[in-house]
């Protein structure tokens, strides 16, 4: 009844898991064992499947507690500028793989992100012009 937002995104996360891992064992289950031995024995694991399962805790971590900043962040701000935040993530996150992993940027990734940035630019403009 009164869930905060923490409450209430572990709960759908918990629930989630339970309808959905049934699922995930049956379609996935046969070939788990072949693909979790390919994965360990990948030469960039120096301890096998012990390093791998800290790798996929630690993805999982991230990505729990990633959503979890974005469900308290959606409680405070109004929808519209959390979906302006969550553009402005992207187009950043996007930069940053240009620079340090020195990704080439498509012409079609160049105007998405120069969209998104004039976008974001424009709605701010016009909201503290509305005020």
Same mark, same amino acid.
């Given at each position: !009844?009164? %869930?905060?937002? @923490?409450?209430?995104?572990?709960? &759908?996360?918990?629930?989630? +898991?339970?309808?959905? *891992?049934?699922?995930?064992?049956?379609?996935?289950?046969?070939?788990?064992?072949?693909?979790?031995?390919?994965?360990?024995?990948?030469?960039?694991?120096?301890?096998?499947?012990?390093?791998?399962? !800290?790798? %996929?805790?630690? @993805?999982?971590?991230?990505?729990? &507690?990633?959503?979890?900043? +974005?469900?308290?962040? *959606?409680?405070?701000?109004?929808?519209?500028?959390?979906?302006?935040?969550?553009?402005?993530?992207?187009?950043?996150?996007?930069?940053?793989?240009?620079?340090?992993?020195?990704?080439?940027?498509?012409?079609?990734?160049?105007?998405?992100?120069?969209?998104?940035?004039?976008?974001?630019?424009?709605?701010?403009?016009?909201?503290?012009?509305?005020?």
């Amino acid at each position: !009844k009164d %869930l905060t937002s @923490s409450n209430m995104y572990s709960v &759908l996360t918990i629930l989630a +898991a339970l309808v959905l *891992l049934p699922f995930g064992a049956l379609v996935e289950g046969p070939g788990l064992h072949a693909a979790w031995k390919a994965a360990a024995a990948h030469p960039s694991l120096t301890n096998g499947g012990t390093e791998l399962a !800290k790798y %996929l805790v630690y @993805s999982g971590l991230t990505f729990f &507690l990633y959503n979890e900043v +974005a469900f308290a962040a *959606l409680e405070s701000l109004h929808p519209i500028s959390h979906a302006v935040a969550n553009t402005i993530k992207r187009v950043v996150i996007i930069v940053v793989s240009v620079l340090v992993f020195r990704n080439p940027m498509s012409t079609q990734s160049i105007i998405g992100s120069s969209t998104a940035v004039i976008g974001v630019l424009l709605y701010s403009l016009a909201k503290h012009y509305c005020k």
